[in-house]
C-alpha cells in the first residue's frame, strides 16, 4: 500500500475506449479528435505523450484532467471514473489527486508568487498553506522572490512557481504539457531536470505531452499519438 492506503494494483490513471469527436460544418458530419485511446500508469510510473501537432496529445490530457467531457469511453483516477462526478467533484478529485503544469505558465497575474502557490492549498483547506507554499518557493530556488508579480519574474522563474504550485498540495498525479515550451533551451533544461528531481523526491505519477523526444525520453514509457489514435508505446530507460 502507499502512503495514502491505496492498493499499488490499482493504476493511478486508467482510460479505455476514450473518444473526442466534435461537429463541424452542418451535414459534414463530426471530426474525430480522438479514438479508441486504451492506455494505464501505475503509481510512480513517468510516461512521455509525443505526437505532432494535431495530433490529439493536449486533448487527451484535458480529458485526463477532467477538463473536458469526451464522446465516449472512461477515465479513472485512482479507481473513480471522473465522467461519472459532477463538475464540482471533478474539480474536488482534481484539488486532491493532480498537479498541473503548462506551457503557459497559468499563474494568476494579480496574485505574488507566494499567493499562487498558496492559493490551491487554501482552496484544498490547508489551515498551514502558506508556510507550505514559502516552503516550496524555497525549493525551486525563489525563497527571495515570494512577493513579486509574474510579471516581475522571468520565465524560467515563472515555471519554477508553477512547479512549486504544482507539487505543493502533494499530488498522486502531476500532468506536464509542453512544459518547456515557452522557454529558451538552457532555461527548459534547468526547469526540466529540477521537474524530474521533484518528481522523484515526491514520488508523483508523471505523464508528460511534448514534441520533444530527448525530453520524452526522459520518463521512463513514450506512448505515440497519430491522428487521434495511439499507435504504439515504447519502454525507455527512463
Known sequence: MDRSGIEFSIPVIEVDRLAKRVPVAEGQGELHILEDVCFSVDA??????????????????????????????????????????DEDERAALRGESVGFVFQSFQLLPALTALENVMLPLELAGNSDARA???????????????????????????????????????????LADEPTGNLDAETGRAVIELMFSLNREAGTTLILVTHDEHLAARCGRVLRMQSGRLTEAVATAG
Do not use: C, M, N
Open 44 to 85: 510512480g510510473e513517468s510516461v512521455a505523450i509525443v505526437g505532432a501537432s494535431g495530433s490529439g496529445k493536449s486533448t487527451l490530457l484535458g480529458l485526463l484532467a477532467g477538463l473536458d467531457v469526451p464522446a465516449g469511453g472512461t477515465v479513472k483516477i485512482q479507481g473513480r471514473d471522473l465522467f461519472q462526478l
Open 132 to 174: 507550505v507554499a514559502v516552503r516550496w518557493l524555497e525549493r525551486v530556488g525563489l525563497g527571495g522572490r515570494l512577493r513579486h508579480y509574474p510579471k516581475h519574474l522571468s520565465g524560467g522563474e515563472q515555471q519554477r512557481v508553477a512547479l512549486a504550485r504544482a507539487f505543493a498540495p502533494d499530488p498522486r498525479l502531476l
